[in-house]
């Protein structure tokens, strides 16, 4: 035993290496998005940091740019310490015209921030981005943004953008040139469109005290996109949220999936967090399906670390129930691993399944290739996926080594966004999170050390 996990650790640190030399700065550059003086500061201050995202999240209902800036003055009024940059701020509100230009300055920070990672506010504006990554050998998945839904008419609205969505991805990519290694694996082909959806943003009525209500309710427009993805050759990926409503969620897609009108299509996955105690019993269930349904098309599964590890533990203390997270990264970080070789051991015995392992820290990307080839699968049987402003060189070096990569990239306005923009935020400032450690200079072979 001992051996062996020598043995694939050199295996994990050679590949690390392979990536990391292809990064387009060798690794040598900050991430983009953390460039920012004010990510930065908020990185190293708490209160700084809480003061920064409570401004961003208030950014769309301010009526005007002396709005913005009483806002941003106020927050940032309930920090202890001033460093220089937010010193003259406060100063700045001083006057109205020191208001408007902070409030304008405001405003032009956070539409930079949120285009690092919300890639256009229609289908139409990203597929420029979307076109460029597919010629550097990335294929995508489009989110279209959107939190829960609380009216029939708001899930009948983002069902409609969804299917739009799916008429204008076919389209843009059935003009694109031929990628062979974005559109095929050993399992058969690949499709070039693919969707991202919300069951929670499907329906109003996902609550965990009444599941078979929501499941009922999402049915009807989640099985409308099934067919459309069908009947347009595209691939349909439904996001796992809170964990409140994950059993509902995973009964709803397993159940679909199984009707006998989706034996032939559509392409369709599911996401696993691994932040949650009780994902290894998901992920037996996912492999079980995919071992035991007839599909044409295997089962996608999105193994993600999770997004909404301060919701989950805050939610579980407020009402004294036990944390369903992972509290020690470490513990998050093993279970990553552990989960990513039970899907890859699957494919590997034959179950029709689709890993698509998504992560920015390159221990766990190192980690996914080498297990893959440790268990004599090809290259292309793994797919790895990362988020547009967070993952933007890693991906480019993944496409050098000849990887299959995918990259999530959100469309919608400031407004849907907003919620999904201070996620992103909290992991790109986390003090222990594997961007702030390779921004700082961390050496290779400690980023690449097992949790």
């Known amino acids: 035993m001992g051996g062996a996990a020598r043995t694939d650790d050199q295996a994990v640190l050679d590949v690390g290496r392979a990536i990391h030399a292809a990064f387009p700065s060798a690794g040598r550059r900050p991430l983009r ?46 920090v202890d310490e001033h460093p220089p940059p937010i010193a003259v701020a406060m100063r700045m509100s001083g006057t109205k015209a020191g208001r408007t230009a902070l409030g304008a300055a405001a405003a032009a920070g956070v539409r930079h921030m949120a285009h690092r990672f919300i890639v256009g506010e229609t289908v139409d504006d990203a597929t420029g981005v979307m076109r460029d990554l597919w010629e550097r050998g990335v294929a995508t998945s489009v989110d279209l943004l959107g939190e829960a839904t609380i009216t029939q008419a708001e899930a009948d609205r983002y069902a409609r953008r969804c299917a739009e969505a799916l008429d204008q991805l076919t389209a843009v990519y059935a003009k694109l040139p031929p990628r062979p290694q974005l559109e095929q694996d050993a399992l058969g082909p690949l499709p070039r469109a693919n969707l991202s959806v919300k069951v929670s943003a499907l329906t109003p009525l996902l609550r965990p005290d009444a599941p078979e209500l929501g499941k009922r309710d999402a049915a009807v427009r989640l099985r409308d996109l099934l067919r459309r993805a069908k009947d347009r050759g595209a691939h349909l990926h439904i996001d796992m949220e809170s964990y409140d409503s994950i059993e509902a969620i995973a009964d709803l897609v397993l159940e679909l999936l199984a009707e006998p009108e989706f034996a032939d299509g559509p392409s369709a996955g599911v996401v696993l967090q691994a932040y949650l105690r009780d994902s290894p019993a998901l992920a037996d269930r996912l492999v079980a399906f995919a071992g035991s349904t007839t599909r044409a ?123 999904y923009l201070v996620r992103r935020l909290l992991e790109n400032t986390s003090n222990e999170s594997f961007l702030a450690d390779q921004a700082s200079g961390t050496p290779i072979e400690q980023l690449l050390a097992a949790p």
Not at 54 to 73: E, G, I, K, S
Not at 307 to 328: I, K
Not at 334 to 356: C, H, K, Q, S
């Open 297 to 419: 098309h295997p089962l996608v599964v999105r193994l993600v670390k999770g997004a909404y590890w301060d919701h989950e533990v805050v939610e579980a203390l407020q009402h004294g129930w036990s944390v369903p997270v992972f509290e020690v990264k470490a513990d998050s970080d093993r279970n990553f691993e552990a989960l990513t070789r039970r899907l890859l051991e699957a494919r590997a015995g034959g179950t029709p399944i689709r890993p698509a392992i998504a992560s920015h820290n390159l221990r766990s990307v190192a980690h996914a290739v080498a297990v893959t080839r440790e268990l004599g699968l090809r290259d292309d049987d793994l797919e790895l996926q990362v988020l547009r402003g967070l993952g933007d060189d890693l991906q480019d070096a993944l496409a050098a080594n000849g990887l299959r990569v995918r990259t999530y990239c959100p469309v919608g306005d400031l407004v849907a966004g907003m919620a």
């Open 33 to 78: 998005a953390l460039d920012d003086k004010a990510m930065d500061l908020a990185s190293q201050d708490e209160e700084l940091k809480a003061a920064l995202f409570r401004f961003v999240d208030v950014v769309p209902a301010c009526r005007n740019l002396d709005d913005l800036a009483r806002h941003l003055t106020g927050f940032l009024g309930e």
